[in-house]
């Protein structure tokens, strides 16, 4: 569903000139797959999905969905950032129906919105609030309700649970996996936490620091599943070191 190559992406720097954020990376992640991808703070994790999201133009290389170049008006691409992009000014239910009305303003929102809403655990009584009167819990459904009413081609997925509490985020993942299951989307998500990885992720992808390269690919045999075994510590002290940059890509 996603190929990369080769890809390399760029910014102006604050005292001019070019800086490159990411350099020649490759990635692939099957139609209905997951991927986590890891790695250090400013190493370009957010800009490869802003590329992935045709958000962001500044890049040389190859990147392929569906076997096309990105294009957002052919394509349903599901975005979460890490702010859950709730407008404060818009009830709950107008931001959860905003995705499906700009890509779809003259076709009814689908069938379906009522029971999804009921998984999320979001009731009549909060689809009238604003996001300011929400927690982050609730926010974090509603944003996840957004993405999924669009029937995504593409979820991306920028550290979406990383300011909810311990409980809220375990309860938050099980929400995206009944909702990813139901749908079988393709998912890219950013995360800076290695358990997450190793939980939402079919494969993780480690990068290096800025500019962000593949360090390495993983085949991830704890997919969806809460694991205290031994090889589970391992796999888990493997990924920090190779965070930490202390192992070669293999």
């Given amino acids: 569903m996603i ?5 390399s992406a760029f910014y102006d720097g604050a005292e001019g000139g070019r800086v490159t954020a990411l350099s020649e990376l490759g990635l692939e992640v099957p139609k209905g797959g997951t991927c986590a991808i890891i790695g250090p703070s400013g190493c370009g994790k957010s800009t490869l999905l802003r590329i992935l999201a045709g958000i962001a133009k500044n890049y040389e290389g190859e990147v392929l969905v569906a076997g096309a170049s990105v294009n957002p008006k052919t394509l349903s691409i599901g975005f979460i950032p890490q702010n859950y ?3 404060p000014w818009k009830s709950l239910r107008d931001n959860i129906r905003l995705s499906w009305k700009v890509k779809h303003p003259e076709t009814p929102v689908p ?15 909060l689809l009238s609030r604003f996001p300011r009167e929400l927690s982050g819990g609730q926010q974090q459904r509603a944003s ?3 993405a ?18 311990a409980i809220t985020r375990e309860e ?11 749908q079988t989307v393709t998912a890219v998500i950013v995360t800076h936490d290695v358990e997450e990885a190793l939980y939402l992720g079919q494969t993780i992808v480690v990068l290096s620091p800025a500019p962000g390269r593949v360090v390495s690919v993983t085949d ?22 190779l965070l930490a ?4 890509a293999e």
């Avoid at 998984?119 to 009584?125: D, M, S």
């Avoid at 995504?152 to 997925?157: E, G, R, T, Y």
């Fill in 3 to 7: 190929r990369v190559s080769h890809l």
């Fill in 85 to 87: 992009g709730l407008l």
């Fill in 111 to 125: 069938e379906g919105e009522d029971t999804m809403l009921a998984r999320l655990g979001i009731g009549e009584t």
């Fill in 144 to 146: 996840l309700a957004r």
């Fill in 148 to 165: 999924f009413l669009l029937r995504p081609d593409v979820l991306l997925m920028d550290e979406p649970f990383s300011a909810l509490d």
């Fill in 172 to 182: 938050m993942q099980e929400v995206f996996f009944e909702l990813w299951r139901a």
């Fill in 220 to 241: 991830n045999p704890f997919f969806a599943r809460r694991e205290t075994s031994a090889d589970f510590v391992a796999q888990k002290a493997r990924l920090r070191v």
């Fill in 245 to 248: 940059g202390k192992e070669a």
